[in-house]
């Protein structure tokens, strides 16, 4: 409930401050600060915090997932645009398949949630990396 609560309220901030700065620019910031948040949520002392830090982690992920659909389109030439957001997304919707049953492998292979946790910070940080490459088309 929290991580969907805070999911609304990402994307209305995210479109907020793309309309002032890059999209590119703020997805970076808002990966960067959601493996910061994943992290702080490991560590998470007590209850109010954790779900403190789920509203701020829910609310930071779907901004990544909102500048994703933002940026989508403009990595592709117009001739090709459709089917290469289609692919993206279609490539997006295996991963959420995939994902539970790879965590659910992990954890039966004796990975703790915390693990699991800090791999998703880790894949974050990742995405960031790897945004600053993507080149946009007009």
């Given at each position: 409930m929290?991580?969907?609560v805070g999911g609304t309220i990402?994307?209305?901030i995210f479109g907020f401050l793309v309309s002032r700065w890059a999209a590119k620019h703020i997805l970076q910031a808002f990966s960067i600060l959601a493996a910061s948040a994943v992290?702080?949520?490991v560590f998470a002392g007590n209850l109010g915090l954790a779900i403190t830090l789920a509203i701020l982690v829910g609310g930071l992920i779907n901004g990544c997932i909102t500048g994703l659909y933002t940026i989508n389109p403009t990595?592709?030439?117009?001739?090709?645009?459709?089917?290469?957001?289609?692919?993206?997304?279609?490539?997006?919707?295996l991963g959420s398949i995939v994902s539970p049953t790879l965590a659910g492998i992990l954890l039966d292979a004796g990975w703790k949630k915390n693990e699991l946790y800090l791999g998703?910070?880790?894949?974050?940080?990742?995405?960031?990396?790897?945004?600053?490459?993507?080149?946009?088309?007009?």
């Open positions: 929290a991580i969907s990402g994307s209305l992290v702080a949520f990595l592709y030439a117009p001739d090709f645009r459709s089917t290469g957001v289609g692919t993206a997304i279609g490539v997006g919707r998703a910070a880790v894949v974050l940080l990742i995405a960031a990396f790897t945004v600053h490459f993507l080149k946009q088309r007009k």
